[in-house]
């Protein structure tokens, strides 16, 4: 006869242990609940403080707004700058620019990465030029973009695209490489062709890399058009910032900043989410790193 006690300690009938339980597993696929709405929380909460601080600097400390404008001053600017039938060309420029820069690292800086990582002897070879390129401030660039391309968009084009080409390079070549010698020779000797080999094994291994290097690239385009826009430029919120700035106009200088930082976290955004629904199998989008 089976007693309480023998089935609260789900023992089998044929002396074997019971399956182990993985203490470490968690809801979610690896993640709890409580982490996956964390940035839902944590994200409002930190706006409502730099809000409350930034008021208590303005009104309290005394801070004058010709330094640091209202936050209420800020939004009032904001709405100006909607107001303002110019802007939407302005913002149209800037994510133009933006997005032609960084399809163009994406596909120079994969092909580039794929070539470095899979020819040794190559990387060696031009590892000085690229680790030279590499640590010349990219903002000296913009006066010779400029005698080169006038004030047109594709100085600020290229300048975005320079930015963004490294880290999706260097992630790339790293991609390449860290695929196992020893599972190319699996996929050799079961007789997979080279596309079989790329298709099942190569791009899989690669593409979180890929995704890694774009999610830095898209913010590095962003910086590197409103730099050239900033520097050289007669249209985009880089020259918004400029024009807010010899005007003295603090409040719309900040308004300008602040729809910096949103249209760079909506680029951002998109991009993850592509990284979510080409690679949903992999960690980083499983547990949310």
Same mark, same amino acid.
């Given at each position: 006869?089976?007693?309480?006690?023998?089935?609260?300690?789900?023992?089998?009938?044929?002396?074997?242990?019971?399956?182990?339980?993985?203490?470490?597993? /968690? %809801?979610?696929?690896?993640?709890?609940?409580?982490?996956?709405? $964390?940035?839902?929380?944590?994200?409002?909460?930190?706006?409502?403080?730099?809000?409350?601080?930034?008021?208590?600097?303005?009104?309290?400390?005394?801070?004058?707004?010709?330094?640091? %404008?209202?936050?209420?001053?800020?939004?009032?600017?904001?709405?100006?700058? !909607?107001?303002?039938?110019?802007?939407?060309?302005?913002?149209?420029?800037?994510? !133009?620019?933006?997005?032609?820069? &960084?399809?163009?690292? #994406?596909?120079?800086?994969?092909?580039?990465?794929?070539?470095?990582?899979?020819?040794?002897? #190559?990387?060696?070879?031009?590892?000085?030029?690229?680790?030279?390129?590499?640590?010349? %401030?990219?903002?000296?660039?913009?006066?010779?973009?400029?005698?080169? &391309?006038?004030?047109?968009?594709?100085?600020?084009?290229?300048?975005?695209?320079? $930015?963004?080409? !490294?880290?999706?390079?260097?992630?790339?070549?790293?991609?390449?490489?860290?695929?196992?010698?020893?599972?190319?020779?699996?996929?050799?000797?079961?007789?997979?062709?080279?596309?079989?080999? !790329?298709?099942?094994?190569?791009?899989?291994? /690669?593409?979180?890399?890929?995704?890694?290097?774009?999610?830095?690239?898209?913010? &590095?385009?962003?910086?590197?058009?409103?730099?050239?826009?900033?520097?050289?430029?007669?249209?985009?919120?880089?020259?918004?910032?400029?024009?807010?700035?010899?005007?003295?106009?603090?409040?719309?200088?900040?308004?300008?900043?602040?729809?910096?930082?949103?249209?760079?976290?909506?680029?951002?955004?998109?991009?993850?989410?592509?990284?979510?629904?080409?690679?949903?199998?992999?960690?980083?989008?499983?547990?949310?790193?």
């Amino acid at each position: 006869m089976t007693t309480s006690l023998d089935r609260d300690t789900d023992t089998r009938t044929d002396g074997a242990p019971p399956p182990p339980v993985d203490a470490d597993a /968690t %809801p979610a696929e690896g993640e709890s609940p409580w982490m996956r709405r $964390l940035p839902w929380v944590s994200g409002p909460l930190m706006l409502v403080a730099l809000l409350g601080i930034w008021q208590f600097a303005v009104s309290v400390v005394g801070v004058s707004e010709f330094i640091l %404008p209202a936050p209420a001053a800020v939004v009032g600017a904001l709405g100006d700058l !909607f107001a303002d039938p110019e802007i939407g060309s302005h913002i149209g420029v800037t994510l !133009f620019e933006v997005l032609a820069g &960084f399809g163009i690292a #994406l596909v120079v800086g994969v092909a580039v990465g794929a070539t470095l990582g899979r020819i040794a002897w #190559l990387q060696r070879a031009v590892q000085p030029a690229l680790v030279a390129l590499q640590v010349v %401030p990219k903002v000296a660039f913009v006066p010779i973009f400029v005698i080169w &391309f006038g004030f047109g968009p594709t100085s600020k084009i290229i300048m975005a695209a320079l $930015l963004a080409f !490294f880290p999706i390079m260097l992630n790339v070549m790293l991609g390449v490489r860290s695929v196992d010698r020893g599972h190319r020779d699996v996929m050799r000797g079961l007789g997979a062709s080279k596309w079989a080999t !790329f298709r099942d094994m190569e791009l899989p291994t /690669t593409l979180p890399y890929v995704f890694a290097g774009a999610e830095v690239a898209i913010v &590095f385009s962003v910086i590197g058009a409103i730099v050239g826009e900033y520097l050289g430029g007669s249209q985009g919120l880089g020259y918004l910032v400029v024009s807010s700035l010899n005007a003295l106009d603090a409040p719309r200088l900040f308004a300008v900043i602040v729809l910096l930082a949103v249209l760079g976290s909506l680029l951002y955004v998109a991009v993850t989410t592509v990284k979510k629904v080409v690679i949903p199998w992999h960690d980083s989008v499983r547990t949310g790193v």
